[in-house]
């Protein structure tokens, strides 16, 4: 006779079989940490495109907008179902919402088995171990101070472009955000570990790596001996065999003069740079905590652009934050058509749990959040078109990402300046830096035709 658990053992495919389905949700960070939990896994799990193929399910999650677990709930009730015909079937709830959730989502839903917040993450495999002795539900929430992510021994990507974390959690507490207490406070990576991770990447065919963290430009700060963000850039251009590096986000209170005179003295520091600015509104920036005003941010923005005329910027836009008046929201347009951004990423405020603004008064009401969110979007439009006409007829340096999304003819690629460039031409170029004559704009991309290969 067997026990429970010893048929559920015998039923458990072996070892070298086992296949593993990630779901990721949000930022590029939670992209890294899904990659880096795959890599954990191996050589145990392969990777499978189905949830009904897999013996291992992972949703990684994201809080940071809206209702976040209700999609999560949502989306883990419907994987029920696959529980019930295959019991040995692992489900994994990670990232934010498992941080924000932790006990109450194995409560409400007993079918998930292990819990894990975005540093839990990086004991998967133990969590895994206990599951499998039947020691399970895990869940593993703990956030500490003095966390390291573990050294990525064998990365594996075999994109042209990858993220790599430099820095974990945030301290700046800005009143509708969530992230400080879900990914806990700011700690930095060793440099020598985040050297050695992309030196791996590169020799597994990787050209362009975009540096990540909530606030890049407070890296090392709180960590003695640590270089300033603007060096450790200097010491990842040196890598051999590295073409482009970027990096996201930068807080404009912490742009700092040095970071700055990076765009222009680092040749493969790409010209785009991320500088969230969520208002054009003073008052609104003030209640908001973002610690700047409107004339600091168009000041640096200025300096940016006398220094590196031919950068791109973009940035995030809230809209209907608790108090926000019509001429507050007209600040932001003003702000939007002065700065003349590349593209905007903008939202709708919702209340999250722990942030602040959730208990402002005076919060606005869903339809003006609707019309403001249209209006913002429409002006950017028309902005974005504008400066992606500037493009056309002009030669621009692509690096190739693979074939096109819409039109498998077509490659497709990015600029330094990061904008998309789709284009007819050649053999396989994937991985390769071409010479792109640009003769169409479009939406959010242009389209052209190859006239060389420069790598
Ligand atoms: N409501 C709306 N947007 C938010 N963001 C962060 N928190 C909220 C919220 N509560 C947006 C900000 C941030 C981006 C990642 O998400 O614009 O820069
Ligand atoms: Fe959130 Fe502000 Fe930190 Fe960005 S800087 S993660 S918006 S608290």
């Known amino acids: 006779m067997f026990t429970d658990l010893e048929m559920k053992r015998q039923e458990a495919p072996s070892v070298a079989q086992r296949r593993v389905f990630i779901r990721t949700f949000g930022c590029q960070m939670n992209e890294y940490d899904s990659r880096r939990m795959l890599e954990s896994l191996r050589p ?15 949703l990684n999650t994201c809080s940071v907008r ?14 029920k179902h696959l529980k019930r015909r295959r019991p040995d079937l692992i489900i994994a709830v990670c990232g934010c919402v498992a941080q924000q959730e932790g006990q109450r989502l194995v409560e409400r839903m007993p079918h998930i088995d292990i819990v894990l917040g975005p540093q839990g993450i990086y004991r998967l495999r133990e969590a895994l171990a206990k599951v499998r002795a039947g020691e399970g539900p895990v ?12 050294s990525a021994l064998s990365p594996e990507v075999k994109a042209v472009k990858a ?21 806990g406070p700011e700690i930095s990576r060793r440099p020598g570990e985040i050297l050695a991770e992309i030196r791996a990447l590169v020799s597994q065919g990787v050209r362009e790596v975009t540096l990540l963290g909530q606030n890049v430009n407070s890296y090392g700060k709180r960590q003695p001996g640590f270089p300033t963000f603007a060096q450790l850039l200097e010491r990842v251009a040196q890598i051999d ?20 005179r990076a765009f222009v003295e680092i040749p493969i520091l790409c010209e785009h740079l991320h500088l969230p600015v969520q208002s054009g509104s003073d008052r609104i920036l003030a209640a908001m905590n973002r610690g700047y005003r409107r004339e600091d941010y168009l000041k640096k923005v200025e300096r940016l652009r006398e220094l590196v005329p031919e950068i791109a910027l973009t940035t995030d836009i809230i809209v209907g934050f608790p108090g926000e008046r019509e001429e507050d929201f007209q600040a932001t347009l003003d ?39 249209a209006t913002v ?27 096109g999304k819409s039109d498998p003819r077509q490659w497709t690629g990015r600029t330094r300046q990061n904008t998309v460039v789709n284009f007819y031409g050649g053999q396989d170029l994937t991985g390769k830096l071409v010479k792109v004559l640009v003769e ?16």
């Not at 145990?44 to 992972?58: F, K």
């Not at 065999?241 to 700055?260: A, I, V």
């Open 66 to 79: 809206e209702k976040a677990e209700v999609k999560v709930y949502s989306l883990a009730g419907r994987l």
């Open 377 to 403: 979007h429409n002006l950017q439009l028309e902005i974005s078109r504008r400066r992606y006409r500037r493009l056309v007829g002009q030669e621009v340096e692509v690096l190739v990402e693979g074939r």
């Open 163 to 183: 993220f790599v974390t430099i820095m974990q959690g945030c301290n700046n507490y800005c009143s509708y955000c969530v992230v400080p207490y879900v990914r």
């Open 139 to 150: 869940v593993d929430t703990d956030i500490r101070d003095d966390f390291c992510l573990p």
């Open 44 to 58: 145990e799990y392969t990777p499978v495109s189905a949830p009904e193929d897999a013996d291992l399910i992972i």
């Open 241 to 260: 065999g590295l073409w482009r590096l970027r990096f996201t986000t930068s807080h404009p209170k912490d742009l700092s003069p040095e970071l700055m």
């Open 335 to 373: 702000l939007l058509k002065e700065v003349e951004f590349d593209e905007i990423f903008s939202f709708k405020y919702s209340d999250r749990p722990f942030a602040r603004a959730r208990s402002f008064p005076d919060k606005v009401p869903e339809e003006v959040k609707e019309e403001r969110l």
């Open 440 to 455: 169409e704009a479009c939406q959010h991309s242009v389209r052209g035709r190859l006239v060389g290969t420069l790598h």
